[in-house]
């Protein structure tokens, strides 16, 4: 199942990503923003019924489980306003209550994030305060490992992040973007594993 989620996954990040012409990665050439970024986030994720031998079905009750996130991001632009996302991402997932005498298991581990991304200036340049709004969408590539085991378990996601950049001109070329980041999870022992959450992104952009 994660082996088939892993390939539609890169299928989809390949073939939504617009191809650009020799012409148009030219005028990217002159135009586009190369962004080196590092992120911290936090949120919450959701954890819904345990499957597999031995796991009642309709016995455990969803619960909640505190993310924290650091990120690392490289945002290549393609042409026009869309860009080439590649992330490495170190995470970890605490335990959910142990009401009613079981838990989803804390885990911690890291990822590779490929994305597409669309952005745009909501203000004119000549703003003292430039404001950019975006979003980034593609999937990701997770080896964790659970908490007091030695066990490793891999999974991949989906996840799609709206942003909002803010950035003065008299810092140069470096910004501070809000982002909301919202993951789904591809579990084999979960019917479903999802986060959302708020990030905050130091951006240096090569103009």
Do not use: C
């Not at 309709?58 to 924290?68: E, L, S």
């Not at 203000?123 to 997770?142: K, Y």
């Amino acid at each position: 199942m994660a082996g088939k989620t892993t390939l539609i996954i890169l299928l989809l990040v390949v073939f939504v990503l617009p191809l650009a012409t020799a012409e148009e990665l030219s005028d990217s050439a002159q135009t586009g923003r190369v962004v080196v970024g590092l992120g911290l986030q936090s949120g919450v994720a959701l954890a819904d019924e345990p499957v597999g031998p031995g796991y009642p079905s309709g016995f455990y009750t969803p619960k909640a489980q505190a993310v924290g996130s650091l990120s690392a991001l490289l945002d290549i632009p393609l042409f026009s306003a869309f860009s080439f996302g590649i992330g490495l991402q170190l995470h970890g997932f605490t335990a959910s209550s142990p009401a009613g005498g079981w838990t989803y298991r804390a885990h911690w581990g890291g990822g590779l994030r490929l994305s597409a991304g669309y952005g745009f200036e909501l203000t004119e340049p000549s703003r003292a305060l430039r404001l950019r709004l975006g979003v980034s969408a593609g999937g990701s590539f997770n080896l964790d490992l659970i908490t007091y085991t030695t066990l490793f378990f891999y999974y991949p996601g989906i996840f799609l992040e709206p942003y909002l950049e803010f950035d003065n001109p008299k810092r140069e070329k470096r910004s501070i973007a809000l982002v909301l980041p919202i993951d789904y999870y591809f579990r084999r022992d979960l019917e479903f594993y999802g986060s959302v959450g708020l990030g905050v992104v130091w951006r240096y952009t090569r103009k």
